[in-house]
T-cell receptor, first 113, second 114 residues
Framework: DAKTTQPPSMDCAEGRAANLPCNHS???????VYWYRQIHSQGPQYIIH???NNETNEMASLIITEDRKSSTLILPHATLRDTAVYYC??????????????FGAGTILRVKS | GAGVSQSPRYKVAKRGQDVALRCDPI?????LFWYQQALGQGPEFLTY????????KSGLPSDRFFAERPEGSVSTLKIQRTQQEDSAVYLC????????????FGQGTRLTVV
């Protein structure tokens, strides 16, 4: 799986959009971009994933650049409960790969009131 | 149950003691994973099951670590002769098999070896 680069930490004001960047310059054509987050003392939680098109769900939006070398996770209206470590992961998806996740250090997002 | 359940939530073991950590995956989930998370770091893959078959155990750090899933549902991670460096949170995750599937994680078991 390709490696990702994320800033170690970010701050965001409550109610504002949180934009979390991720670089994955060596991503392959068959690798998806996944985002998970981990709130203190809990297991990681799936947020969103995409291949090349922008994606949106009830939690967040994922913007992937046209060359797919980077992406941004957007939490449109951050709340204090969004304070967590956010992991950007790229991985091949398929029956034969076992779908394991390779976590990096992630970005600590602190939402402040 | 509604999610992945792990027990116990906390375990304190004396060095040299054997421990067994249990994972109850989401019903119907074919894939089951174990991860180890040291303090301040991201989770690291240990092993993967598809039904009862252990297809990948490349992440197990030593032969003291053993995992099983005999009936393709509940899984147990066993650590023999625990050492202080085994202290970590052990996370279990389950998922369906196929493209574009997401993994659901349990809350983990925090193991402290003293």
């Amino acid at each position: 799986d390709a490696k990702t680069t994320q800033p170690p930490s970010m701050d965001c004001a409550e109610g504002r959009a949180a934009n979390l960047p991720c670089n994955h310059s060596t991503i392959s054509g068959n690798e998806y971009v996944y985002w998970y987050r981990q709130i203190h003392s809990q297991g990681p939680q799936y947020i969103i994933h995409g291949l090349k098109n922008n994606e949106t769900n009830e939690m967040a939006s994922l913007i992937i650049t046209e060359d797919r070398k980077s992406s941004t996770l957007i939490l449109p209206h951050a709340t204090l409960r969004d304070t967590a470590v956010y992991y950007c992961i790229v991985r091949v998806v398929g029956l034969e790969y076992g779908n394991k996740l390779v976590f990096g250090a992630g970005t600590i997002l602190r939402v402040k009131s | 149950g509604a999610g992945v359940s792990q027990s116990p939530r906390y375990k304190v073991a004396k060095r040299g003691q054997d421990v067994a950590l249990r994972c109850d995956p989401i019903s119907g989930h074919v894939s089951l994973f174990w991860y180890q998370q040291a303090l301040g770091q991201g989770p690291e893959f240990l092993t993967y099951f598809q039904n009862e078959a252990q297809l990948d155990k490349s992440g197990l750090p030593s032969d003291r670590f053993f995992a099983e899933r005999p009936e393709g549902s509940v899984s147990t991670l066993k650590i023999q002769r625990t050492q202080q460096e085994d202290s970590a949170v052990y996370l279990c995750a389950s998922s369906l098999v196929g493209y574009r599937t997401e993994a659901f994680f349990g809350q983990g078991t925090r193991l402290t070896v003293v």
